[in-house]
């Protein structure tokens, strides 16, 4: 029973405190996490230049592309475990967390194999001209990045399995460690050793081993609520049981985030398409891949505060399921507004500087970067961080319905900013307006998201409501 203490604290502990204990750590290794990716970005910039910036956002959608499989195993083996830990299920925990591990194994082996085989065809339609220098700088990047695809995937899919036994700092130090040594490794390969974009990629891969090796002693190691065990008999029945149901379960769990993040890979991939195009008529020679680096550049911005609203979500996880499978109720209650309101101050805080200092955040990533990116790229950052103060609300409302057991109405509302809004204004608003009508496609669909999930959580809070 001692061993259970961790996650029992979930069930009886303020909800405040716990959030905190959670959130805390959850945030730091998000914060963390996004610093790595971005401080690559700075130094390709710094180091190398802007067009190889530009070709990184190329690789982009490809890179969200294996995050969404780590988040469909990751976070619904997470979820899953919560629930079996709340309802006293501690075996049936054990066994989502061994299946985690396997199809998490499975999956990074067949992405990569299937991106190496066909990698220059990929690339070829991410929306860059064939033969372009940005394009030579993808291929390069990404090819190194493909070696490290496993450990990529085990780390950050069961990082989430982690938190879920109640052991968030564990996460965070995992992310810490591995984003420590990214950001020392990078300016030693890009600058120092003067291997470009090739030594960003090495400086990730080195940091994603380095993050999974320490998750995975954590998981085998004693100290765990669950373990990966897969030999070991218990009461005559190996603990790990291949079962068809429970990789349903995961992936319904999971196929939230997972579509989420796979039609965010769809959008990057058309607004890769849509920078290039009307970059190219709009801002002269060299415009699309200004265009993209732009994009890159707001991306990369807008990700430093947009992490923290997923380490809010994932600190939050473990105790909105364990409570909701509890059925506390109020409790449940209590930690979804919490939440929210934590997400609403950080996304202030990202909107003020978006729009009061974006040229400052810009010449971080190119400090000598030419005229036409150092105009662009700000009025870029302005117009899509505009609407950023209600997507903290979005985010955390709509893995509400996750954590709570319904995963279609959680992947109604991921989808209606990716698909349902963003993709057709970015068509109809770039015929319409041509490169800036790209780029206000991004708060039109936001706005329009907002408004949706906003109707239909405040009538899931009354119907809690009625129930405690």
């Not at 993709?423 to 800036?436: A, E, M, N, T, V």
């Amino acid at each position: 029973m001692a061993e259970l203490n961790a996650a029992s604290r979930l069930g009886t502990e303020p909800v405040g405190r716990l959030l905190l204990k959670f959130s805390i750590p959850a945030i730091t290794g998000m914060v963390v996490n996004a610093l790595y990716n971005v401080v690559d970005r700075i130094w390709v910039g710094r180091g190398v230049n802007e067009i190889a910036l530009g070709g990184l956002s190329l690789v982009l959608p490809l890179v969200t592309i294996t995050m969404a499989f780590s988040m469909l195993f990751g976070v619904g083996s997470a979820n899953l475990i919560s629930m079996r830990l709340g309802q006293g299920r501690k075996e049936d925990a054990e066994n989502a967390l061994n299946h985690c591990f396997f199809l998490l194994i499975i999956s990074a082996l067949v992405i990569m194999t299937v991106e190496m085989i066909f990698l220059d065809q990929i690339l070829d339609r991410m929306g860059s001209e064939r033969g372009s220098e940005a394009l030579d700088y993808a291929r390069r990047y990404y090819r190194i990045i493909l070696y490290g695809q496993v450990f990529f995937m085990v780390g950050f899919g069961l990082s989430h399995c982690t938190r879920a036994q109640g052991f968030p700092t564990i996460t965070m130090i995992g992310m810490i460690m591995g984003a420590g040594i990214n950001m020392l490794l990078d300016p030693l390969f890009i600058i120092v050793l003067g291997w470009g974009v090739e030594g960003a990629a090495w400086a990730t891969i080195i940091s994603q081993f380095i993050s999974a090796i320490w998750i995975l002693s954590f998981n085998f190691g004693k100290k765990a609520v669950i373990r990966l065990r897969f030999a070991q008999k218990k009461q005559g029945r190996s603990t790990f049981r291949p079962s068809g149901r429970i990789i349903r379960d995961i992936m319904s769990f999971g196929s939230s985030q997972f579509l989420l993040q796979f039609a965010m890979s769809s959008v990057q991939f058309l607004f890769n398409n849509s920078m290039g195009w009307y970059g190219a008529a709009e801002l002269g020679a060299g415009g699309g891949d200004i265009a993209r680096a732009g994009l890159n550049i707001t991306m990369s911005v807008s990700m430093l505060f947009l992490m923290p609203i997923f380490g809010i979500n994932q600190g939050a996880q473990p105790i909105l399921g364990f409570n909701y499978g509890a059925k506390q109720f109020e409790r449940v209650r209590k930690t979804f507004l919490l939440a929210i309101s934590g997400a609403t101050v950080i996304c202030l805080f990202g909107f003020t500087l978006g729009e009061l200092f974006p040229h400052v955040l810009v010449r971080l990533f190119v400090p000598n970067g030419s005229s036409a990116l150092l105009n662009f790229a700000p009025y870029t950052l302005r117009v899509m961080m505009m609407i950023m103060p209600l997507n903290g609300f979005t985010i955390v409302a709509t893995n509400f319905f996750v954590v709570t057991g319904r995963p279609k109405t959680s992947i109604f509302l991921s989808m209606l900013r990716q698909v349902i809004a963003l993709i057709p204004c970015i068509l109809l608003f770039g015929k319409l307006w041509g490169l800036r009508g790209v780029i206000a496609a991004a708060p039109v669909a936001d706005s329009f998201a907002f408004i949706c999930t906003l109707t239909m959580i405040l009538l899931e809070m009354q119907k809690l409501k009625a129930v405690y």
